[in-house]
């Protein structure tokens, strides 16, 4: 195994915050881990080769989204090309691995774009360990439309990500938000999807009505929201591409919200208020079946699946104050999860299963949190005026969310965090932005 692969178990190690004596110090290639510290890797990222003149701006511009990619997890390092000893100046040139040791440089990334008599674009990347002088992994190729480089420098960014660090990437991936404009108390509202990085927005909806809380299907081509263009919240399910829409079924004089698919997205979780009683249904997609999952008279709301679909965490105040319980996704007795001070709610399974994110109120401060999904292992991730509303990305290492700050003048914006409470960013948004919901990896 190269000490590049081997670096996996070191960045695998990051969900449990391991003390850095937990690591294999052997050798050069390593993250070190202190209270929550690392040490970000450094590679080296030469512009990719032009293969024609054509070519030479598509270059360029994937070379810099790679690095920006790579980059932004705070878990690599990218060397200034002015670093650099040895000039790339063709995709099959010998790597002079001594020149990168010299620089200190771990990884090297190597590419070329081509661009075909079609109109289409060829590009080629390989990655490298330089300490152990060896390629890792196969190089790869891709062809794809001149439209699509953004989403083939992802790609490649997520590949070298994924042989680094063993878990698999999130950068080819979109989020679909709330889009804000307007002044604090008239904010206009629409939905709006954008790359995971802010780029590529585009508008699903106008602003003749407030819309709320999107969600991605499991395969990213649908969304689920709720829309007042009625007067009273309702669900309606959204196609991506064609941007066509349908109400859901509902009860006459009912409110509907917070809705979530299941899984395998055949099925939808959602909050269903009548007679000032809010509990949690579960409804077929395709309409027909509708069935309630609690009956309590307190109220249920925000309920979200599990990875393997067999069990449900919501937010209740039940017990006279709002926490997280968990129940069978049939319905059923439920359990409570959380037992520290403040509020807790908007809870959302984590995609490897092993974390619940929420959003918690305590002493006038809101936070992002994780927990184990048996209540234990609480870390406040987040601390500020308002952070909410918790999304996890699709390898389940990084949480988006909406921060607001205070004051007449502050307006929702996008964040990022990584699971280990390191590496808090803005997300860039054109307009203010809140109730993100990250999609899967796009096929």
Known sequence: ??????????ILSLILVLPAAAQDRSGPLRIEITEGVIEPLPFALPEFVAENGGASGFARDITRVIAADLSGTGLFRE??????????????????YADWKAINAQALITGSVETRSDGRLVIKFRLFDVFSEAPLGEGLQFVAGQDSWRRIAHKVADAVYSRITGEG?????????????GPKNARAKRLAVMDYDG???????????????????????RVLYTSYETGFPRIYLLDVASVAR??????????????????????????LSQNGNTDIYRMDVGGGSVRRLTE???????????????????????SGTQQLYIMSANGGEARRISFGPGRYGTPVWSPRGDLIAFTKQNQGRFH??????????????TASFLDEGP????????????????????APALYTVDISGRNLRRVPTQTAASDPSWSPLLP
């Open 169 to 181: 990437g999130y950068f080819d991936s979109r989020v679909v938000f709330v889009s804000e404009t």
């Open 296 to 318: 309590t008279p307190s109220i249920e709301t925000a309920p979200s699946f599990s990875p393997d679909g067999s069990q449900i965490v919501f937010e209740s105040d039940r």
């Open 199 to 221: 780029a590529n927005v585009e508008f699903l909806t106008d602003s003749s009505a407030i819309v709320l809380a999107p969600r991605f299907s499991p395969t990213g081509d």
């Open 1 to 10: 195994m190269t000490r590049l692969a081997a670096l996996a178990l070191a």
């Open 391 to 410: 999304t996890w990305s699709p390898n389940g290492r990084v949480i988006m969310f909406t921060r607001e700050t205070q004051g007449e003048t502050g």
């Open 79 to 96: 060397i200034p090309p002015g670093a650099f000893i040895s000039r790339v100046t063709s995709f099959d040139s010998p790597v002079q």
């Open 246 to 271: 349908r109400a859901l079924e509902d009860q006459v004089g009912t409110m509907t919200f917070s809705p979530r698919f299941s899984p395998d997205g055949r099925t939808v979780v959602y909050s």
């Open 368 to 381: 992002i949190g994780v927990m184990r999904t048996d209540g234990s292992e609480e870390r406040l991730l």
